[in-house]
């Protein structure tokens, strides 16, 4: 073949590359919600920083150190890094297509006619009963991708690597805001177990009190009987705590990817917890705040390029081929007989039972599907921080009254035992401010650790200080 019958070959192959180059972007993603321009229960200072290290806020060693062990050597995260790997991976193989695939083949064969003629389709004969071939070639493909369909295979399989990124790190803030959940749930249950231990030993002492008078006659059977029942009820809330204190221990290890034999949690009491001072920003800064909405943004713009893949598919492809090789029968003579082949075709879908649209409106369908999706975890995540914003308030609140609370029922139960030891006050009196007490005292636990959690919540409602690199 001449060069004059080699250039409309090559002018047709520079228009396709050039209209490939010219393929359209698929349009920037709109959600349709409007954030709102301010939190609904903030009441803290809204331009504050979220510090990407949450955890060390809480003011615990301890707890910064479960968490770099979690970071490192929880299961969950490990599972999700691999499929980060993936989707690097699929994006790897979806981006592929884009350029030509070049390949070499190298090739010997022999045949021999054993015995007879032979026939047509053996390459040996009686005259010439063995022949050898050796063959080698390079060979290039391409499809043109006219209608943006290969682009759009991988636009959509690195969107789906975005989206397992995000994922990856959803992964680890729930992780991370579940270790820090559970640790303050475990150092709570000891202390709610030393304030039972406590309580137990005053209803002993009172006890004791009783049995004396008793003894002397100044004290009933029914007064030793219920304070006997109020030692016994209080002896049956310590292996309830302990329950909840196992209980938290156990899930912890897990999360530490560990057994619970292993984990060594030292002493820091509960009181050493402290929460800080958080500015939720503005509702719009959530957007790339929140790693669970990016994975659905991304996950919603894999799925609009595949819209494209499909309806690519329902039109014709071109294909352009080339080959260089050369062949001989005797090995050392194989590089004396080059040639090259130029191929072209086009392949286009006539009849398949409705297949390919069936697949464009299928693909149409899941873009709508998570177009859904992405709204709701956007309205979702609205949702979250509004909670956790009401729970600090109204948890500070009923913190304020209970402090009182506690405070008035320890002064009313010092008054009520001291003046049935004199004999003033019957034990009915005391009973009842022990009850009152022991309940005042737990429910301070119990509420300081519900305002743990709620900032906690909250640090994961904002995402927990993750932010997108754009």
């Known amino acids: 073949m001449n060069k ?14 050039l209209l490939n180059a010219c393929a359209g972007t698929p349009p920037t993603l709109d959600s349709g919600i409007t954030a709102p321009a301010a939190w609904q229960y903030a009441e803290r200072d809204a331009d504050q920083a979220i510090n990407q290290r949450w955890w060390t806020q809480f003011g615990s060693p301890a707890l910064n150190s479960l968490i770099d062990q979690a970071r490192r050597d929880s299961f969950d995260v490990a599972a999700a890094m691999a499929r980060v790997r993936q989707a690097q991976a699929t994006a790897v193989i979806a981006g592929a297509p884009l350029l030509p695939e070049v390949k070499f083949n190298l090739t010997a064969s022999r045949q ?4 007879g003629s032979g026939n047509s389709d053996l390459d040996a004969t009686a005259s010439n009963r063995t022949v050898n071939n050796y063959d080698a070639n390079l060979s290039a493909s391409y499809e043109i991708d006219f209608w943006g369909g290969r682009a759009a295979a991988r636009d959509s399989a690195v969107h789906s690597l975005h989206a397992s990124e995000f994922d990856r790190a959803n992964v680890e803030l729930t992780l991370l805001s579940n270790v820090a959940d559970r640790y303050a749930q475990t150092l709570a249950a000891r202390q709610r ?15 004791n009190l009783v049995q004396t008078r008793y003894d002397a006659g100044s004290a009933t059977a029914l007064e030793l009987a219920q304070q006997k029942s109020l030692v016994a009820s209080q002896q049956r809330q310590l292996p309830l705590i302990q329950q909840s204190a196992e209980e938290s221990r156990i899930t912890l290890a897990a999360l530490l990817g560990q057994p619970v034999q292993a984990l060594a949690l030292g002493n820091e009491p509960f009181q050493a917890l402290t929460w800080p001072s958080i500015g939720p920003g503005v509702p719009s800064q959530l957007l790339r705040r929140r790693p669970d909405i990016a994975q659905a943004e991304a996950q919603l713009a894999a799925a609009s390029a595949d819209v494209t893949v499909a309806r690519a598919a329902m039109l014709p492809t071109v294909t352009l081929g080339a080959t260089l090789g050369s062949g001989a029968n005797k090995a050392e003579e194989i590089l004396r007989s080059p040639f090259y082949t130029l191929t072209s075709g ?17 693909a149409r369908a899941r873009q709508d599907e998570l177009l859904q999706t992405y709204r709701g975890a956007i309205i979702n995540g609205f949702a979250d921080v509004e909670k956790a914003l009401s729970s600090l308030t109204r948890l500070d609140q009923q913190r304020q009254w209970q402090s009182e609370e506690l405070q008035q029922a320890q002064t009313a139960f010092e008054i009520a035992q001291s003046r049935y030891e004199a004999g003033a006050e019957d034990l009915l009196t005391v009973l009842e401010t022990q009850r009152t007490l022991y309940a005042a005292q737990d429910l301070n636990v119990q509420l300081r650790l519900a305002r743990l959690q709620a900032s906690i919540a909250l640090y994961k409602a904002l995402g927990g200080g993750w932010k997108t690199d754009s």
């Open 193 to 207: 177990l030393q304030i039972a231990e406590l309580n137990l030993a005053n209803a002993r002492n009172v006890l």
């Open 4 to 17: 004059r019958s080699i250039a409309p070959q090559l002018s047709v192959l520079s228009l396709c590359l």
């Open 112 to 115: 021999r006619l054993l015995r």
């Open 346 to 362: 086009l392949v286009a879908p006539i009849f398949n039972n409705g297949r390919l649209s069936a697949e464009r409106d299928k």
